[in-house]
């Protein structure tokens, strides 16, 4: 133990002095001689060295002595370790130990590249802000959703990246926002719409996990939103359905008396010679009847009388209807699709319904530019896979993203003489038929509507 401890310090002290490969070796040679002696013990005499080693120098020299005396100690233990194995070189132990580390090191790399691909690839936006808060990493995502090269703005704070000359103004609002609710306000969630209408929703972790780093996900919710909304639309609808029905059924009451009344009136109207106020009455009557009949028809989830038939011939229906109204209005309704094979299983009269209320849509549209050009209306079908699309089409006035998300909800109209039901009643008439309806509309250029309803093969 003696003999170790005085030969130990002066071969230490020689590797730190000049710190080259070649005084290792007294270390090697040191490893072999260790029989019998545990390693607490070794870094116990290697502690000692040490503390008189560094005794005279200041402390952050200490802190690099000690550090490249570690490299000696490793090279001892390792000897040390080895020295049992007498059939193998001590180059080739080294080696192995070498590849060792190479491959856990090489393994750790594996490990990183991989998540750090998985971050990339996610169908969210990701950005890491360490605890200074600079941005230390963003995906691919994130670099699309910012319209940005990704590495860009790697190293900027916040304040930088809202002065950055490469992103447009709409973004940096968005940014502004953003920071402002999730890391001044503290909230968790934030969930906002783009200009474009996609609906994003903005996530913030950070705490311990994160070692002070904050992680900033933004998701785009739209399709979630447009489910939500569905379910909320068709909520609105069985509502208005039953309103309806109520207020249909209540005043269908009152007017049944009335019509018995006045047929116990009858033969004293005669007899005053005033039998035609009673027919009148009565027409009158049951002409009211028939509307509210109809209305609860239509308002009322009803399973549609499906009958088989060629879309087109509808269209050309619906088009020769329309033609001497649109004639008044010095406009042109144009069907293009002569395709008689198209065939759909459908309950015609509600479909023309349909039809009927897009086509009047365009032509208020289209009024409503007050002649600035010729209105031109076209009804188009074709084939999109299982289903036959119907495009209606008006270059007409448009309209905007506020109308357009609204367009769909009962009463909801822009006109003075509107009901606002046109859509709402279409919108349910196309589901129960298992099709959808999609609008696409730019202000003063036009709008297009699509109504998708399932072929029959
Ligand atoms: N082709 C179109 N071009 C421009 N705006 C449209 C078009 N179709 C619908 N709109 C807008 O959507 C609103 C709702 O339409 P909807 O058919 O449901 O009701 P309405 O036409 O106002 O009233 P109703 O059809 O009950 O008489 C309209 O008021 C209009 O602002
Ligand atoms: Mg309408």
Do not use: W
């Not at 109209?413 to 859509?423: D, I, Q, R, V």
């Amino acid at each position: 133990m003696q003999a170790i401890r005085k030969r130990y310090f002066p071969a230490l002290a020689e590797y730190i002095r000049n710190g080259n490969e070649a005084s290792l070796y007294q270390a090697t040679e040191l490893g072999k001689l260790l029989n019998g002696i545990n390693p607490e013990e070794i870094i116990a005499i290697h502690e000692e060295c040490m503390q008189k080693i560094v005794a005279n120098v200041e402390s952050d020299e200490a802190v690099k002595l000690y550090n490249r005396s570690f490299i000696f100690l490793i090279e001892l233990m390792v000897a040390y370790r080895f020295r049992l194995l007498p059939d193998k070189s001590t180059e080739q132990k080294f080696t192995e130990m070498r590849e060792m580390l190479f491959h856990s090191n090489r393994s750790f790399e594996m490990v990183k590249n991989k998540y750090e691909n998985v971050l990339q690839h996610m169908d969210s936006g990701i950005a890491l802000f360490d605890s200074d808060g600079i941005l230390s990493f963003i995906n691919l995502q994130m670099a699309k959703l910012l319209d940005i090269p990704r590495k860009t703005l790697i190293g900027c704070n916040i304040r930088e990246i809202l002065l950055h000359r490469r992103i447009n103004l709409t973004t940096k609002r968005i940014i502004l926002r953003v920071y402002k609710e999730t890391i001044l306000r503290r909230n968790l969630y934030y969930e906002l719409q783009h200009p474009d209408g996609n609906h994003l929703l903005v996530t913030v972790t950070y705490g311990d996990q994160l070692d002070g780093d904050f992680l900033i996900s933004v998701k785009d919710v739209s399709e979630y939103k447009q489910i939500e909304q569905t379910a909320f639309q068709n909520d609105k609808l069985a509502m208005l359905g039953k309103i309806a029905a109520a207020i249909a059924h209540e005043i269908r009451n009152p007017l049944t008396s009335i019509r018995g009344f006045i047929q116990l009136l009858r033969p004293h109207l005669l007899q005053l010679g005033k039998e035609e106020y009673a027919k009148i009455i009565l027409t009158e009557i049951d002409r009211a009847n028939d509307i509210i009949y109809e209305f609860l028809n239509s308002s009322k989830p009803s399973a549609p009388m499906k009958q088989s038939i060629s879309i087109v011939s509808l269209l050309r229906e619906v088009v020769m209807l329309t033609e001497s109204e649109s004639l008044m209005r010095n406009c042109q309704v144009q069907l293009e699709s002569y395709e008689d094979e198209l065939m759909v299983s459908i309950d015609v009269k509600q479909v023309k319904q349909v039809i009927l209320n897009l086509v009047k849509n365009s032509l208020d549209a289209i009024e409503e530019l007050n002649g600035e050009r010729t209105g031109l209306i076209s009804v188009i079908a074709r084939r999109d896979e299982q289903y036959v699309e119907v495009t209606i089409r008006d270059n007409g006035r448009g309209m905007d993203k506020t109308t357009m998300s609204r367009l769909f909800d009962p009463f909801f109209t822009t006109k003075e003489a509107g009901t606002g039901l046109g859509l709402s009643v279409s919108y349910r008439i196309i589901r129960n038929h298992g099709g959808s309806i999609r609008v696409d509309s730019q202000v003063d250029q036009g709008t297009e509507f699509n109504v998708y309803l399932p072929l029959v093969e």
